[in-house]
């Protein structure tokens, strides 16, 4: 009997690894195997096809060396605090504010959703368009008689990013509001009850029950939005290119641009572990504490 | 799909037509001429391969770089297209260097190219003594495009034809309300900008030995300095709205006469040409801003990948055939703006600005490499960094000068 | 029953100002979002209803003068990109084509990885998890060539396989995340019994996991038909030539280096690329916040 038990346990945790088989595979081969290819290509001297020497840190020396990568590193950290931060306050306003029993709700949800169906490049090229100061808002204010109106926000080096963050967070913010308005739906009525009878105002209610209680929620939207903001590259071409000057660039654009126009793969990849070993250190954390850690030995 | 069917169709054609007779050359060929005037042009050299028995399979990527990139990885997945737009750059020298490409050298020994095309076409395309690509067009990316109107509005007499004569233009400009320089400032364009001062301020030795030797000297010299300042200079006479602008969106501001002047490449006359505007009336072409100043010669050309299939080798000779035939390259530069790349064709088809780039281009002296030909593609993408950041920051010459020598002499 | 309905004045109670006027703050707010919200797409689809003519005069926010659906007809069906002047309605099918296995196996996988992960103790399944996350922030660039050599010695470089392999690839994260979090929160008991029962591991997977996955799956197949859709690097890389995406056709029309640029027929096809994720929101919009809300992405 018991080694009736044992074989059949061995044989159905068989089929649980079998079946875990592509992932394994892909882990292995599509994406550690490409880290690693990539980390070995950044100690080599390699421009547009790979070379097997090893020039030790000297793509890094350089890529340090290089005012736009330094310059696309200090923009990726704005847009990332600023997009991220704004899209959990807007989508999170956004979810209570629809949740307070509001007529045309659908229409309300939709409209703060839909701009996540569309692509980067859409949005980038919109927005582009719209903030434009020669067609668009500024052109149509002056025209109404306020001649003395500007929004120059994309063609500024100093006020580009506010842009590039306007336009990442009309793109994202709903995604956080339907995560949130989810949570929301999902909360025990009784518990609003006990604090309306507490008489503890709404918004204490909202900062300090209710927001704790969607925790997973807020982190698994700020995951996913987190991983839109460090490959973002599509946005950036469509809307600014960069521009003006090296004021927008940010590191996936520099990766690409390295790695095909200016056939550098050596410090693209370089440049590609870094960011790989940045994102480590602030996402590793995060995620295990969230997804693996108390969870990993129970699953 | 569409694709499938179309060289079904082909297939099919060829099956009943010429049944029996040799089966026809297909030629898969990679570029990125989208746009109206680009698609007429390549048309003609499509039209003429097929003409000749060939069969033309169109795969057209906007975009350079996604183009090349596309051709690049097509080599290298093993699937390579019969022929590919491409440069002549660092990349070319590398993807001939792994063996990648097939040479054509019998081609180009049939046609005597060594004599028939300007020297720093043949240097640019021959490598270890062997032709590994067709030149198609030339292309000087360093005209200055003036508005008639704008210039007349301005009480500007004549176009300047030094660089004292077009501050005072630009100045004239600037009083009488208008727009003096059209500038898209996005980074190719800026540069194009800087190229233009580095030519016309500091002349062909300085082009030359600044980009090609890395000269320290040069680079330190006075007037590399001075091609640095007058770039500065010329950020007063740009408008608000430039950042981003397209070339083309820019080239508008001309034909609208909102603008006086734009430094831009042969291929602008397109834009001229569809609004029906004509050389000469409503617009002028200038070559530079000295008289000797050089004609840079940029341009595009066909590469061929490697292939041992036979039928694949004879499209690409075919194809080579095709590209540089006197009567194809007329009407097909004709169409592109840009001028033919051999000097033995029928001058009296091209327009005012084309024979004039032709008659400058006959004196040896005046012709000079692209950028793009003199550094590799990451030391130019460095010197295309540090020429933004120039132009949108308050950077100093000093500091310039100090990030110029770093970046070319490293 | 929620906030809603207790901030929300009732029938029987008499409305206090301050409830008025906080329900006139509420709506106030969602309008104006919304119409932040909808600004751009009111521009796109405007822009798409003009001449070229009207265009050129500036007003990006004006109604059109006279109505003209040519640019529409023209992005559809006759706009060119170098030789071939077929429109996007070629790529639209080959998106199609991409589209649906894409979508169909990366979701199948996702759930199962999913149920693997949560319901069998497999060694090492958390740190292939781990794995898999932290990939999901590379971008993508840096995969691009190591893949295109892999492919290239399978054989599928630049055919459907290769590029539906890829989204499969690069979906996984999410995906597996997805149905991970969905199937931890999910009752043992029912899975217990089934073991129980003698139920393998397949059969529990298909005749009582998947039967349960519905609210998630609606979830993943929004996500995935919008990724998948918009998508435009991995398809340009991998579709091969007979294969290319809409998206590959959007940008040769919307991007040409030189000529006139059509802004009417680049709204126009934007639009048209962007139907068919913005049809899957307009359509699912509700079962995307239902489906999140029961419990799709609990942490």
């Given at each position: 009997?018991?080694?009736?038990?044992?074989?059949?346990?061995?044989?159905?945790?068989?089929?649980?690894?079998?079946?875990?088989?592509?992932?394994?595979?892909?882990?292995?081969?599509?994406?550690?195997?490409?880290?690693?290819?990539?980390?070995?290509?950044?100690?080599?001297?390699?421009?547009l096809l790979?070379?097997?020497?090893?020039?030790?840190?000297?793509?890094?020396?350089?890529?340090?060396?290089?005012?736009?990568?330094?310059?696309?590193?200090?923009?990726?950290?704005?847009?990332?605090?600023?997009?991220?931060?704004?899209?959990?306050?807007?989508?999170?306003?956004?979810?209570?504010?629809?949740?307070?029993?509001?007529?045309?709700?659908?229409?309300?949800?939709?409209?703060?959703?839909?701009?996540?169906?569309?692509?980067?490049?859409?949005?980038?090229?919109?927005?582009?368009?719209?903030?434009?100061?020669?067609?668009?808002?500024?052109?149509?204010?002056?025209?109404?008689?306020?001649?003395?109106?500007?929004?120059?926000?994309?063609?500024?080096?100093?006020?580009?990013?506010?842009?590039?963050?306007?336009?990442?967070?009309?793109?994202?913010?709903?995604?956080?509001?339907?995560?949130?308005?989810?949570?929301?739906?999902?909360?025990?009525?009784?518990?609003?009850?006990?604090?309306?009878?507490?008489?503890?105002?709404?918004?204490?209610?909202?900062?300090?029950?209710?927001?704790?209680?969607?925790?997973?929620?807020?982190?698994?939207?700020?995951?996913?939005?987190?991983?839109?903001?460090?490959?973002?590259?599509?946005?950036?071409?469509?809307?600014?290119?960069?521009?003006?000057?090296?004021?927008?660039?940010?590191?996936?654009?520099?990766?690409?641009?390295?790695?095909f126009e200016?056939a550098?793969?050596?410090?693209?990849?370089?440049?590609?572990?870094?960011?790989?070993?940045?994102?480590?250190?602030?996402?590793?954390?995060?995620?295990?504490?969230?997804?693996?850690?108390?969870?990993?030995?129970?699953? | 799909m569409f694709h499938k069917t179309k060289s079904l169709a082909h297939t099919a054609m060829a099956l009943t037509i010429g049944a029996g007779a040799a089966h026809a050359q297909e030629a898969e060929v990679i570029h990125f001429w989208t746009s109206g005037g680009e698609s007429a042009a390549i048309s003609v050299i499509a039209e003429a391969f097929e003409e000749r028995g060939g069969n033309w399979v169109d795969n057209a990527i906007a975009g350079g770089s996604a183009a090349r990139g596309a051709a690049i990885n097509r080599i290298i997945g093993g699937d390579p297209s019969t022929a590919a737009l491409f440069n002549t750059s660092q990349q070319y020298h590398e993807i001939i260097g792994e063996g990648l490409l097939n040479d054509i050298d019998g081609v180009a020994n049939r046609n005597d190219w060594d004599n028939v095309l300007p020297?720093p076409i043949v240097d640019a395309i021959k490598v270890d003594g062997k032709y590994y690509a067709a030149p198609v067009n030339i292309h000087?990316?360093?005209?200055?495009?003036?508005?008639?109107?704008?210039?007349?509005?301005?009480?500007?007499?004549?176009?300047?034809?030094?660089?004292?004569?077009?501050?005072?233009?630009?100045?004239?400009?600037?009083?009488?309300?208008?727009?003096?320089?059209?500038?898209?400032?996005?980074?190719?364009?800026?540069?194009?900008?800087?190229?233009?001062?580095?030519?016309?301020?500091?002349?062909?030795?300085?082009?030359?030995?600044?980009?090609?030797?890395?000269?320290?000297?040069?680079?330190?010299?006075?007037?590399?300095?001075?091609?640095?300042?007058?770039?500065?200079?010329?950020?007063?006479?740009?408008?608000?709205?430039?950042?981003?602008?397209?070339?083309?969106?820019?080239?508008?501001?001309?034909?609208?006469?909102?603008?006086?002047?734009?430094?831009?490449?042969?291929w602008?006359?397109?834009?001229?040409?569809?609004?029906?505007?004509?050389?000469?009336?409503?617009?002028?072409?200038?070559?530079?801003?000295?008289?000797?100043?050089?004609?840079?010669l940029g341009g595009d050309v066909f590469v061929f990948p490697r292939t041992d299939d036979p039928a694949q080798i004879e499209a690409q000779t075919m194809l080579v055939e095709t590209i540089t035939a006197p009567d194809v390259q007329v009407s097909f530069n004709n169409l592109k703006g840009s001028i033919p790349i051999r000097s033995d064709v029928d001058?009296?088809a091209?327009?005012?600005?084309?024979?004039?780039?032709?008659?400058?281009?006959?004196?040896?002296?005046?012709?000079?490499?692209d950028?793009s030909q003199?550094?590799?593609?990451?030391?130019?993408?460095?010197?295309?960094?540090?020429?933004?950041?120039?132009?949108?920051?308050?950077?100093?010459?000093?500091?310039?000068?100090?990030?110029?020598?770093?970046?070319?002499?490293? | 029953?929620?906030?809603?309905?207790?901030?929300?004045?009732?029938?029987?109670?008499?409305?206090?100002?301050?409830?008025?006027?906080?329900?006139?703050?509420?709506?106030?707010?969602?309008?104006?979002?919304?119409?932040?919200?909808?600004?751009?797409?009111?521009?796109?689809?405007?822009?798409?209803?003009?001449?070229?003519?009207?265009?050129?005069?500036?007003?990006?926010?004006?109604?059109?003068?006279?109505?003209?659906?040519?640019?529409?007809?023209?992005?559809?069906?006759?706009a060119c990109t170098g030789l071939d002047c077929t429109g996007?309605?070629v790529g639209?099918w080959n998106?199609?084509e991409?589209?649906?296995?894409?979508?169909?196996?990366?979701?199948?996988?996702?759930?199962?990885?999913?149920?693997?992960?949560?319901?069998?103790?497999?060694?090492?399944?958390?740190?292939?998890?781990?794995?898999?996350?932290?990939?999901?922030?590379?971008?993508?660039?840096?995969?691009i060539y190591?893949?295109v050599r892999f492919y290239a010695q399978a054989g599928i470089y630049g055919s459907l396989p290769g590029v539906?392999?890829?989204?499969?690839?690069?979906?996984?994260?999410?995906?597996?995340?997805?149905?991970?979090?969905?199937?931890?929160?999910?009752?043992?008991?029912?899975?217990?019994?089934?073991?129980?029962?003698?139920?393998?591991?397949?059969?529990?997977?298909?005749?009582?996991?998947?039967?349960?996955?519905?609210?998630?799956?609606?979830?993943?197949?929004?996500?995935?038909?919008?990724?998948?859709?918009?998508?435009?690097?991995?398809g340009l890389v991998f579709a091969g030539r007979e294969n290319l995406p809409?998206?590959v056709q959007?940008n040769n029309i919307?991007?040409t280096t030189t000529g006139?640029?059509?802004?009417?027929?680049?709204?126009?096809?934007?639009?048209?690329?962007?139907?068919?994720?913005?049809?899957?929101?307009?359509?699912?919009?509700?079962?995307?916040?239902?489906?999140?809300?029961?419990?799709?992405?609990?942490?």
């Open positions: 009997m018991q080694t009736a038990q044992l074989t059949w346990h061995v044989r159905r945790n068989a089929v649980a690894y079998l079946a875990l088989l592509p992932m394994a595979a892909i882990v292995v081969f599509a994406y550690l195997g490409t880290m690693a290819w990539s980390i070995r290509l950044s100690f080599s001297s390699s421009r790979p070379r097997n020497d090893f020039v030790g840190f000297a793509q890094y020396t350089e890529l340090f060396g290089t005012s736009r990568w330094l310059t696309s590193l200090e923009n990726f950290a704005f847009i990332a605090v600023f997009f991220l931060a704004i899209c959990f306050v807007l989508g999170t306003l956004l979810a209570i504010f629809i949740d307070q029993n509001v007529r045309a709700e659908g229409l309300f949800r939709t409209a703060f959703l839909y701009p996540y169906a569309m692509s980067m490049v859409v949005t980038g090229l919109m927005w582009q368009w719209i903030l434009n100061p020669d067609l668009g808002i500024e052109r149509t204010m002056r025209d109404m008689g306020f001649s003395g109106f500007v929004l120059d926000w994309v063609v500024n080096s100093n006020t580009v990013l506010y842009a590039v963050v306007l336009a990442t967070v009309w793109h994202g913010a709903g995604l956080v509001m339907a995560l949130l308005l989810a949570g929301l739906r999902g909360i025990d009525t009784d518990l609003w009850k006990a604090t309306r009878i507490d008489g503890i105002p709404a918004w204490r209610v909202y900062a300090f029950i209710i927001l704790p209680i969607l925790r997973p929620m807020i982190v698994t939207s700020l995951v996913l939005l987190s991983i839109s903001i460090v490959k973002m590259y599509d946005l950036i071409v469509a809307m600014t290119n960069g521009g003006p000057g090296n004021a927008s660039e940010v590191p996936a654009k520099f990766i690409m641009d390295n790695l200016r550098n793969i050596g410090l693209a990849t370089a440049a590609s572990t870094t960011m790989l070993v940045t994102v480590l250190l602030i996402i590793a954390p995060v995620l295990y504490s969230q997804y693996l850690g108390k969870k990993g030995s129970s699953a | 020297a000087m990316p360093l005209w200055l495009w003036y508005s008639s109107d704008a210039l007349q509005e301005a009480g500007i007499e004549s176009p300047p034809e030094t660089m004292e004569e077009f501050f005072a233009a630009l100045d004239a400009l600037q009083e009488a309300g208008i727009t003096p320089l059209a500038l898209g400032g996005q980074r190719w364009q800026e540069n194009l900008l800087f190229s233009a001062m580095m030519t016309n301020v500091g002349g062909h030795d300085l082009w030359t030995s600044v980009y090609a030797d890395k000269d320290e000297a040069a680079i330190n010299s006075p007037e590399f300095r001075e091609v640095i300042e007058t770039f500065i200079r010329l950020k007063q006479y740009v408008d608000d709205a430039s950042p981003g602008r397209n070339w083309n969106d820019t080239t508008a501001m001309l034909i609208s006469d909102e603008a006086g002047f734009q430094f831009m490449g042969d602008a006359k397109g834009e001229f040409k569809q609004a029906d505007q004509e050389i000469g009336v409503d617009y002028g072409c200038l070559p530079g801003l000295r008289a000797d100043s050089p004609y840079v001058a009296t091209l327009d005012e600005c084309a024979a004039l780039g032709m008659e400058i281009l006959s004196d040896p002296s005046r012709q000079a490499p950028a003199m550094m590799e593609e990451y030391v130019y993408g460095s010197v295309q960094d540090i020429i933004t950041e120039l132009w949108n920051t308050d950077m100093s010459v000093d500091e310039a000068v100090s990030r110029f020598d770093s970046a070319l002499r490293n | 029953m929620s906030v809603a309905e207790l901030i929300a004045p009732a029938a029987r109670r008499p409305v206090t100002s301050q409830q008025l006027w906080g329900r006139i703050g509420i709506y106030a707010f969602l309008g104006a979002m919304t119409l932040f919200f909808l600004l751009p797409l009111y521009v796109m689809v405007v822009t798409s209803l003009k001449t070229m003519d009207e265009i050129r005069l500036g007003q990006i926010f004006a109604l059109p003068r006279e109505l003209t659906f040519d640019a529409w007809k023209v992005a559809w069906s006759s996007l309605r639209f998106s199609v991409i589209l649906i296995p894409s979508v169909v196996l990366s979701i199948l996988l996702g759930a199962l990885n999913g149920y693997a992960l949560s319901f069998w103790k497999v060694r090492g399944g958390n740190v292939l998890f781990a794995c898999l996350l932290l990939g999901a922030f590379m971008p993508y660039q840096v995969f190591p893949l539906v392999l890829t989204h499969v690839i690069f979906g996984m994260p999410v995906m597996t995340l997805l149905f991970r979090n969905y199937y931890s929160g999910l009752p043992t008991e029912l899975f217990k019994a089934a073991r129980i029962d003698g139920a393998g591991f397949w059969m529990i997977f298909f005749t009582i996991i998947l039967p349960m996955s519905v609210p998630i799956t609606i979830v993943a197949v929004i996500m995935q038909v919008t990724a998948i859709w918009n998508d435009f690097l991995l809409m998206t959007l919307v991007n006139e640029r059509a802004y009417n027929v680049n709204m126009a096809a934007t639009i048209l690329t962007s139907l068919v994720p913005l049809a899957v929101y307009l359509g699912s919009g509700r079962w995307f916040v239902r489906g999140i809300a029961s419990g799709a992405v609990k942490g």
